[in-house]
């Protein structure tokens, strides 16, 4: 595309305006909370960092914003970010505006990762590296046995293997609950299902960043394919492309992502699912402008959410409650609005 031309710099325009909006939710994010932080305090407390030099007045102010708000920032733009990536690499790669990163299982096996590593006591980075597994091995049990299906559209199998795995990963964690301990494992279990960033540290942002960046990466060099394989298998092969190894590769690289966010966070839904859609209304449907935009409006929507969440009432809301919540009404209204984005 010309880099003059009006699409493209509406594209800019609109890119630039994503970006200081999620600036300044950033901003307010690391500001607002049960510990309020004034501007000054913020901009003291930076310098601070940069010089070496602590000032005991700024104490708690500086422990709080480093070791608590800064890391759960990151973690909400690293999710939003991610998920709703995942989210625009899923619907066109299935052609499907209802398919959402847990579509394969992904969210399932991970969940019951977790519930597993809760239900045996373990400590929380085997919690999370549990869940990260598990998520990866079911969307590679998914892959294997649609793979082993021959004679039927690939895509339609894949999904409808995902859909019997999540089922039976869904039953086993079901029974698991039922067998946790009523006073001290099931609540865990329950609190962890919903989605929450309250536990997230610097540590699990440096630890998940890199994975979603590597996940990223074809999908930054290879999105001009994700529309080739839009159009369906035939199509892609005759223009030069192989379906299989793709499909195989951006299903990879979104699972990656979607299970490394959910180890960390929890099992968080709709933002794949509506994120890519009010992008698809602001681009339109080409990936190589639907990427980023959806990125940025994910990045945007998580970090809102999350700010109100710990904000909301004196005891935290699980973020797949108001992500359900705010996300329900908007799918709603885009239905109702027609297929304008596709």
Same mark, same amino acid.
């Given at each position: =595309?010309?880099?003059?031309?009006?699409?493209? &710099?509406?594209?800019?325009? *609109? &890119?630039?305006?994503?970006? =200081? !909006?999620?600036?300044?939710? $950033?901003? @307010?994010?690391? !500001?607002?909370?049960?510990?309020? /932080?004034?501007?000054?305090? &913020?901009?003291? @407390?930076?310098?601070? #960092?940069? *010089?070496?030099?602590?000032?005991?007045?700024?104490a708690a102010t500086d422990t709080v914003l480093f070791s608590v708000r800064l890391p759960r920032v990151a973690a909400a733009l690293l999710a939003g970010a991610a998920l709703a990536a995942a989210g625009a690499v899923y619907q066109g790669l299935f052609r499907n505006p209802l398919v959402s990163p847990d579509m394969l299982g992904v969210s399932s096996g991970a969940g019951l990762g977790a519930v597993l590593g809760i239900f045996l006591s373990l400590p929380v980075p085997a919690i999370q590296g549990l869940s990260f597994v598990g998520g990866l091995a079911t969307v590679a049990i998914v892959y294997l046995l649609a793979s082993a299906v021959r004679g039927h559209e690939p895509t339609l199998v894949l999904v409808l293997t995902g859909i019997v795995l999540g089922a039976l990963a869904g039953a086993c964690l079901s029974l698991l609950k039922i067998l946790a301990d009523p006073y001290d494992q099931l609540p865990a279990i329950t609190f962890w299902l919903l989605?929450? %960033?309250?536990?997230?540290?610097?540590?699990? +942002? %440096?630890?998940t960043a890199p994975l979603v960046l590597v996940?990223?990466?074809? %999908? +930054?060099?290879?999105?001009?394919?994700?529309?080739? =394989?839009?159009?369906?298998?035939?199509?892609?092969?005759?223009?030069? +492309?192989?379906?299989? #190894? %793709? #499909?195989?590769?951006?299903? $990879? $690289?979104?699972?990656?992502?979607?299970?490394? /966010?959910?180890? /960390?966070?929890?099992?968080?839904?709709? +933002?794949?699912?509506?994120?890519?859609?009010?992008? #698809?209304?602001?681009?339109?449907?080409?990936?190589?402008?639907? !990427?980023?935009?959806? =990125?940025? /409006?994910?990045?945007?929507?998580m970090l809102a959410v999350d700010t109100l969440a710990r904000t909301l009432a004196e005891t935290e809301t699980p973020l797949g409650v108001l992500t359900a919540c705010l996300g329900a009404p908007v799918f709603v209204w885009l239905l109702a609005s027609g297929r304008r984005g596709w």
């Amino acid at each position: =595309m010309d880099p003059g031309s009006p699409a493209e &710099l509406s594209l800019q325009r *609109t &890119l630039v305006l994503l970006v =200081m !909006l999620v600036s300044l939710l $950033a901003i @307010a994010a690391a !500001l607002i909370g049960p510990y309020s /932080i004034s501007p000054t305090q &913020l901009i003291q @407390a930076f310098a601070q #960092r940069l *010089t070496g030099r602590i000032d005991p007045a700024l104490a708690a102010t500086d422990t709080v914003l480093f070791s608590v708000r800064l890391p759960r920032v990151a973690a909400a733009l690293l999710a939003g970010a991610a998920l709703a990536a995942a989210g625009a690499v899923y619907q066109g790669l299935f052609r499907n505006p209802l398919v959402s990163p847990d579509m394969l299982g992904v969210s399932s096996g991970a969940g019951l990762g977790a519930v597993l590593g809760i239900f045996l006591s373990l400590p929380v980075p085997a919690i999370q590296g549990l869940s990260f597994v598990g998520g990866l091995a079911t969307v590679a049990i998914v892959y294997l046995l649609a793979s082993a299906v021959r004679g039927h559209e690939p895509t339609l199998v894949l999904v409808l293997t995902g859909i019997v795995l999540g089922a039976l990963a869904g039953a086993c964690l079901s029974l698991l609950k039922i067998l946790a301990d009523p006073y001290d494992q099931l609540p865990a279990i329950t609190f962890w299902l919903l989605g929450s %960033l309250a536990s997230v540290r610097a540590a699990d +942002v %440096l630890a998940t960043a890199p994975l979603v960046l590597v996940a990223l990466v074809p %999908l +930054v060099l290879l999105r001009w394919r994700v529309n080739l =394989m839009s159009l369906g298998d035939e199509e892609a092969a005759a223009l030069g +492309v192989d379906p299989r #190894r %793709l #499909r195989l590769l951006f299903i $990879a $690289a979104a699972t990656l992502m979607t299970a490394s /966010i959910v180890a /960390i966070a929890g099992v968080i839904g709709w +933002v794949g699912l509506v994120i890519p859609h009010i992008a #698809r209304l602001l681009v339109g449907p080409n990936f190589n402008r639907l !990427l980023p935009t959806a =990125m940025l /409006i994910g990045a945007g929507f998580m970090l809102a959410v999350d700010t109100l969440a710990r904000t909301l009432a004196e005891t935290e809301t699980p973020l797949g409650v108001l992500t359900a919540c705010l996300g329900a009404p908007v799918f709603v209204w885009l239905l109702a609005s027609g297929r304008r984005g596709w």
